[in-house]
């Protein structure tokens, strides 16, 4: 099981903040939840699963939680 990294963006009331976020949590990588602005953004997964029999390259969509607190 492989980790990915994300570039994500945030918009409330035309305030955008940018934030990275590793679909595994770990001291070395990127954290994997954060809060901003009243809400709490998780990185839950990105599909599909890599797969090198697989030729081209598929369109990979983030699994994102987001929760207003």
Not at 9 to 15: G, H, Y
Not at 29 to 50: A, H
């Amino acid at each position: 099981m492989g980790t990915a990294t994300g570039e994500f963006s945030l918009s409330v009331n035309n305030n955008e903040q940018k934030i990275t976020l590793s679909t595994a949590a770990s001291p070395a990588l990127l954290p994997r939840d954060t809060v901003l602005m009243g809400y709490k953004i998780e990185f839950l997964d990105l599909l599909p699963y890599p797969d090198i029999n697989v030729p081209g390259i598929p369109d990979y969509k983030a699994v994102i939680k987001i929760t207003k607190l």
